[in-house]
């Protein structure tokens, strides 16, 4: 039992070691990038976003919001102080606005 | 006497634009009760509305005002405790909650399509009323900067609102 055990977990190893070498051959590994809400307004658009990176959308707010994207590429529903993550799939110029408060807006630049 | 009576009367009919507007340097426990009644009349608007509406636009923005609302003046009663202020009632709030009263009470005869374009201009003109107090009397005025700040984040949310509702009001034409 423990034997198989230690078996598992030295294929687990290997296979996350090459995961890792997978990754870091060409692109560079996706990063999580984070945007506060607060006081209605999105905060900046980090830099440098490429297709495969993650967004983490926190609301910082006692009001409920959203992040939705204009190209319907993707929709965070976000409740007061709640935090929701989303992963960009495509390049491009990406309008964010709330579905709740319209006038809130934002744009996020990633490359391919 | 009778000059009075007219007078009082006078101002009892006076539009809420026009009671916030002679509501000249209110101190902060006033302001906190303005502020609390003000969003308290569009809470129950809002009900009203979603108890009422059967336009799905109309719900949607009906439900995010009693959200946002609420929310607001959660936060406002909050602070209030902790700044250990009591709310104190003031012509301008009884001005306005008269003028509430009177408008749940004509919304209420009124159904349909009618109602909803009732509403949604009512809510137009109303945030316009009260962005106008918050930034021409109760910013400038409030003292305590906790409040201060409130009544800002509350004049971003109202904005909002006002944009949102007259998007709506544009769509129901």
Known sequence: MRRRAVRSLAALVAALGGALALASCGKPAPATYTVTIANMAFGPAPDGLRVGDTIEWVNADIFQHSATAKDGSFDADLPPHA????????AGQIDVYCRYHPGMSGRLAVAS | MIRRTL?????????????????????????????????AIDVAAGKQAVAKSHNKDVLAFANEMVRDH???????????????????????????????KAK??????????????????????????????LSGTLIPSAQNAELKSLLQTGLKLFTEHQHHAEMLAAKLK
């Open chain 1, 83 to 90: 935090h929701a993550r989303t992963v960009l799939k495509k």
């Open chain 2, 7 to 39: 007078m009082g009367a006078a101002l009892a009919l006076a539009i809420p634009a026009a009671a916030l507007a002679q509501a000249a340097k209110p101190n902060d426990a006033q302001i906190a009760h303005i502020a609390y009644t003000a969003g």
């Open chain 2, 70 to 100: 609420t929310a607001v003046n959660d936060q406002a009663l909050a602070l209030v405790k902790k700044l250990g202020v009591t709310p104190q009632d003031n012509p301008t709030s009884q001005s306005l909650q008269a003028g509430a």
């Open chain 2, 104 to 133: 749940l009470a004509e919304l209420a005869k009124l159904n349909g399509k009618a109602f909803d374009k009732a509403y949604v201009e009512n809510e137009v003109a109303y945030h316009k009323t009260v962005n106008g107090a």
